[in-house]
């Protein structure tokens, strides 16, 4: 081992900033946690002083979560937007990624990444002042285009049926391009003579994409599905603060844990029941994404672990 560094110096050099910001920002908060089972006051003991001298309550914030008229609503919500966000969004970068695959010309296959690439960078902010500007009703799209198509979006941003659409819709436009590339470089791996042999066995291109494309990036694609059940309690925030914001009218529908939250942490300042209710989702999506893994390799796929 010491021979190992010694040899590759430089290298583990280079990993130490990266080393130093995971443990900063993911591992060290990890401490913070202790709150959840305390009367957290920082502005009365100052952040240090809240946690050293804080009154230990033990479950009392989860059972006031749990209590809550709000908590099967949340929960709900939170769950069935993001299984509405693996149905819709996950397999479409697969497919994208096979059509570039598939694409001939080198130059118009980096054309097309490059441009679905692109609303990943883009923050929600952005793209909410989009949606909003495009379907806004005194906007020339809602009163002369769709109308002409036979569609009526007036009141779109305020329908409490369009905005879980929305939602959905957002996400897949915003991901697809950049969860491509994963779902690309897998494909580069495949050994090419398989489709060659393929070929001369008389197979055309589609059955060479389902008996030899799709089996060869099954691990990534399980990886990928397991990591997304794994985050079914977490939602994008940004988003959700963009297209639903204050708007209570859209809570019953659109109101996640992570909005209410928000709401909790940073408006009421309730620091300490906003951290047992962040645990409360660890440790659920630990246990989902440890069930998700037994269920892949009872099926004979590759887990996690």
Known sequence: ?????????????????????????NYIPILGNV?????????????????LRGDWVGFAHFKIF???????????????????KIIFSFPLPILFAIFLNELQGR??????????????FISWVIVGGLIINIFTQSGPFVREILPKIGINAEGLLTSVDAI????????????FGWGAIIYLA???????ELYEAASVDGANRFRQVWHIMLPGIAPVIIIMLLLNIGNMLNADISQFLVLVGDKAFLFERADVIDTYVYRAGMI???YSFTAAVGLFKAV????????????????GQDGLW
Do not use: C
């Open 1 to 25: 081992m010491i021979k190992a560094i010694k040899k590759h110096k430089y290298i583990y050099l280079m990993m130490i900033p990266g080393l130093l910001i995971l443990v900063i920002f």
């Open 186 to 192: 897998a494909i580069t791996g495949i050994n090419p």
């Open 284 to 299: 659920i999506a630990t246990i989902m994404i440890l069930g998700a893994d037994r269920l892949a390799k009872a099926l």
């Open 268 to 270: 009421s300042m309730r």
């Open 35 to 51: 709150i959840a089972f305390m009367d957290y006051q920082p502005l009365s003991y100052g952040v240090l002083g809240g946690i």
């Open 164 to 175: 879980i659409p929305m939602i959905v819709i957002s996400t897949m436009w915003k991901g």
């Open 107 to 120: 130059r118009k296959k980096k054309v097309i990444q490059t441009i679905s690439s692109f609303p990943h």
């Open 66 to 84: 749990f209590d809550s008229i709000f908590f099967e609503r949340l929960i709900f919500n939170t769950i069935w937007i993001n299984l509405l």
